[in-house]
């Protein structure tokens, strides 16, 4: 069973750090990009970050550049989102997804085949 698990979200003062987790089992990490998406209240899911797995290339949406990072840990089929100088409008649902490694830069939902259940981050101003 292809299973994706997000933990660490909380509430979280603005300024303040928080990270992810999403633990992949079910299907071979190694051949898949993972992506971190969020969705807020009343807003459509948007990309927030990937890590492309055929050349290691990491993206950012505009709105988190220089503050949340993207890291991957093979060996624990496990990939991370450390989010630092949180704001209030980072607050979201955050998913975790991964898209076949032959999607070289995967940005766009439907790309994805698999996705977690997301943990909420809620960041208080």
């Known amino acids: 069973e292809v299973q994706l698990v997000e933990s660490g979200g909380g509430l979280v003062q603005a300024g303040g750090s928080l990270r992810l987790s999403c633990q992949a089992s079910?299907?071979?990490?190694?051949?898949?990009?993972i992506g971190w998406f969020r969705q807020a209240p009343g807003k459509e899911r948007e990309g927030v970050s990937c890590l492309s797995r055929s050349d290691g290339i990491t993206l950012y949406a505009d709105s988190v550049k220089g503050r949340f990072t993207i890291s991957r840990v093979n060996a624990k089929n496990t990939v991370y989102l450390q989010m630092n100088n949180l704001k209030p409008e980072d607050t979201a649902v955050y998913y975790c997804?991964?898209?076949?490694?032959?999607?070289?830069?995967?940005?766009?939902?439907?790309?994805?085949?698999?996705w977690g259940q997301g943990t909420q981050v809620t960041v208080s101003s």
């Open positions: 997804a991964a898209a076949p490694s032959t999607i070289g830069r995967p940005i766009r939902r439907d790309e994805y085949d698999y």
């Open positions: 079910g299907f071979t990490f190694d051949d898949y990009a």
